[in-house]
């Protein structure tokens, strides 16, 4: 149902962007707006190598079982 | 939002025992639809890396509990909408700010179907961040998600806790909302 809507809705998108304006860009929708700017957005590299160090520290706490810290093991 | 970020090497450094290539694959398939709706939902770079970071952290600890009823990016939809939704909950605590009267967009001049247009594209994400920003949580959250290709309405509707119908008509409004909004923006 979705997949008919937005089918359409490209369509629609498709014959906006062939009468595109010499200047600027026209969007059909909302969502194709969005969807443009969301293709646009480059996702911070650093957020990967955060990932990495907070993994690295993660894993001893979560790993480690109780009774072993209670007992200095 | 469908195409994959430039492949982040998540390997190397993660936990013995960790399933590595599920997390390496889970962050390339779905960190820039999870940063993009942290980014447009939150309104700040800075918390939206933030916000990717602990989503996709609290994701790689729950993965054995990752029963697969769902689709993988259903999944962290999850988890970063309740995140943004509690960073949004404690900022309104401390902050009490209100958006416009939902009247003002009932009475607003947009019709449905009318193209969006846009000079300059660089200027393009400011003014959507500022369009969304005057939109209700509810609105901005629903449009994020519809703008996903690979969410279906159905999976929208469990994700904001509402039936279809609901959605449909709420999405109505909110695209509507957001034409009149985005024009005045310009």
């Not at chain 2, 993988?72 to 209100?98: E, M």
């Not at chain 2, 019709?111 to 949580?137: A, F, N, S, Y």
Request: net charge negative; aromatic share 8%; glycine share 4%.
């Amino acid at each position: 149902m979705k997949h008919q809507t937005k089918l359409s809705q490209e369509q629609q998108s498709a014959a906006a962007h062939q009468s595109q304006q010499q200047a600027g860009r026209e969007f059909a929708s909302s969502e194709e707006l969005l969807r443009f700017d969301a293709a646009q957005t480059v996702v911070p590299p650093q957020i990967a190598q955060r990932l990495k160090r907070s993994a690295g520290e993660d894993a001893p706490a979560t790993r480690r079982p109780w009774w072993k810290n209670l007992l200095g093991q | 939002m469908n195409e994959p970020t430039e492949v982040c090497d998540l390997t190397g450094k993660l936990p013995a025992g960790w399933p590595t290539a599920e997390i390496s694959s889970l962050y390339d398939e779905h960190s820039r639809a999870i940063y993009y709706l942290a980014l447009r939902f939150l309104g700040d770079p800075q918390k939206a890396e933030d916000a990717t970071h602990d989503v996709f952290l609290k994701a790689f600890r729950k993965l054995d509990q990752f029963r697969g009823e769902a689709s993988a990016r259903t999944w962290l939809y999850r988890i970063a909408i309740n995140h943004c939704q509690n960073l949004r909950q404690a900022w309104h605590d401390r902050h009490v700010y209100s958006n416009a009267d939902d009247a003002i967009w009932e009475n607003s001049m947009a019709k449905d179907g009318c193209p969006l247009r846009v000079l300059e594209t660089k200027e393009l994400g400011e003014r959507i961040q500022k369009t969304l920003d005057q939109l209700p949580d509810e609105y901005r959250l629903l449009l994020l998600l519809v703008a996903d290709e690979e969410l279906s309405y159905e999976e929208i509707a469990v994700l904001v806790g509402q039936s279809v119908d609901a959605v449909r008509g709420k999405l109505h409004r909110a695209r509507k909302n957001f034409a009149a909004l985005f024009e005045q923006s310009a």
